[in-house]
């Protein structure tokens, strides 16, 4: 394992790695599902990890980016007293759209009201499709058995690795496998 590799299955909490026997091409969204949406969250254990982000503001200040880090560069962040605050560890799990699309549920590793709620619902989501939303402070989760779960399929491969399926949906430019990769050096005030 190379830590420079962003997608390593070693730079993640998962026990027991298998190699990935196909290679899809999907498009997979990042992040919690719409509120709107009814999804169906992977039971396989090689859909789920841990694993250090850079979260910042987007671009266009719409909504937030998300930067996958090695765990060398994780470690350097979080020594940084103005950067330590974007770094956040997630749980990724990897779920389905009742219209088929593809997304990772990023749900941040914490034991706050948020977190804790939205975990269930994502174990709600591994039984049948389920729809998220807010009840005062905390998530919960609307069920819809009207949906089929049989059929669904799910890609037969691993989150991580060279062909994982983190590597589609994060792609080069947000795998951040060296301090000086430029969203970096833009939270450092540093001339690109």
Request: charged fraction near 20%.
């Amino acid at each position: 394992m190379s830590s420079d590799d962003a997608f390593a299955a070693g730079n993640f909490a998962a026990e027991g790695e298998q190699v990935p026997t196909g290679i899809d091409d999907l498009n997979i969204a990042i992040g919690a599902p719409s509120d709107e949406e009814f999804v169906f969250v992977s039971s396989d254990p090689r859909h789920f990890l841990k694993a250090n982000l850079l979260v910042v503001a987007r671009e266009d200040g719409y909504g937030k980016s998300y930067f996958i880090l090695t765990p060398p560069v994780a470690a350097f962040l979080k020594t940084q007293p103005s950067l330590k605050k974007f770094v956040k560890t997630y749980r990724i799990f990897l779920y389905v759209t009742n219209e088929g699309a593809y997304g990772l549920w990023l749900v941040r590793d914490s034991l706050d009201n948020w977190s804790v709620s939205d975990l269930q619902v994502v174990n709600q989501a591994k039984k049948v499709f389920t729809r998220r939303y807010n009840d005062g402070k905390v998530r919960k989760g609307h069920s819809s058995t009207a949906i089929p779960t049989e059929g669904v399929v799910f890609p037969d491969k691993m989150l991580t690795g060279a062909d994982g399926i983190l590597k589609q949906a994060f792609g080069e430019a947000f795998a951040v496998t060296t301090t000086n990769h430029p969203v970096i050096n833009r939270l450092l005030g540093k001339q690109q």
